[in-house]
């Protein structure tokens, strides 16, 4: 789940089947508040874990206190880059109806420097529901024995 007010507020399923990820948009839609975004959850399964925009704990503990399962999710150093360069490694599906997703994919553009080269910094638009998918994958995928435990 990804965080906005002017920006949409967006969720997005994401499943993992061997190398393949696989993306259903939920929920895009601004001017969403902390009940809203509660409300819209109440009516909605989701199933396993939400991990959610770390840099918004108030929102997260909010929709905790209200009983929904979620997480803030994982952010390590450069973890946009690392979160894209995770995403790299899987072959990526979108579901026909996740519209806003598919124009977000399409809309994807890397910065330019003063001379037009194409630098190695995403451009911070169009990357709603792609926040929110590369959170979940990232939290998880990034830490691969996470909730495992090995006893000898």
């Known amino acids: 789940m990804?965080?906005?007010?002017?920006d949409p507020t967006t969720l997005v399923a994401t499943y993992k089947k061997d190398h393949n990820l696989y993306f259903k948009e939920l929920l895009y839609r601004s001017k969403m508040t902390t009940e809203d975004i509660h409300q819209y959850l109440k009516g909605v399964e989701v199933l396993g874990m939400t991990y959610a925009d770390s840099a918004r704990p108030e929102i997260i503990e909010q929709l905790r206190r209200y009983g929904h399962k979620v997480m803030k999710s994982y952010k390590g150093a450069n973890s946009v880059l690392a979160g894209i360069d995770l995403l790299k490694r899987y072959k990526l599906h979108v579901t026909k109806d996740s519209e806003n997703m598919i124009k977000e994919f399409r809309?994807?553009?890397w910065k330019e420097?003063?001379?037009g080269r194409?630098?190695?910094v995403p451009e911070d638009l169009f990357n709603h529901t792609l926040d929110a998918a590369r959170y979940s994958c990232y939290s998880i995928l990034s830490k691969p024995n996470f909730g495992k435990y090995y006893i000898h």
């Open 2 to 6: 990804d965080f906005g007010f002017n």
């Open 107 to 109: 809309s994807y553009k």
């Open 113 to 115: 420097d003063r001379a």
């Open 118 to 120: 194409i630098t190695n």
